[in-house]
């Protein structure tokens, strides 16, 4: 379970041989957790956009980065 980046208040994480479309899981600093899909930035969880919207920016922005290392976890 790499983290891929850190942030003042959460983390995102990859899972090796996790399910579903590729995507990552943010975890905040009091224990929430979501996924968010890497293509769509779709959210799976009880967290809202304006929550980690800072995330969701770091995540579109390194979308190629994000893709390849989903499929050397997840071949």
């Known amino acids: 379970m790499p983290v891929l980046q850190r942030f ?23 224990g929430r957790e979501c996924t968010v899909d890497i293509e769509t930035l779709a959210i799976k969880g009880r967290i809202a956009a304006r929550e980690i919207r800072e995330e969701l920016e770091w995540i579109a922005s390194n979308h190629p980065t994000l893709l390849d290392e989903w499929r050397r976890y997840n071949p």
Do not use: E, K, T
């Not at 208040?9 to 399910?19: E, P």
């Open 8 to 30: 003042a208040a959460s983390r995102i994480l990859l899972y090796a041989g996790d399910h579903l479309l590729p995507h990552v899981h943010v975890r905040l600093s009091d």
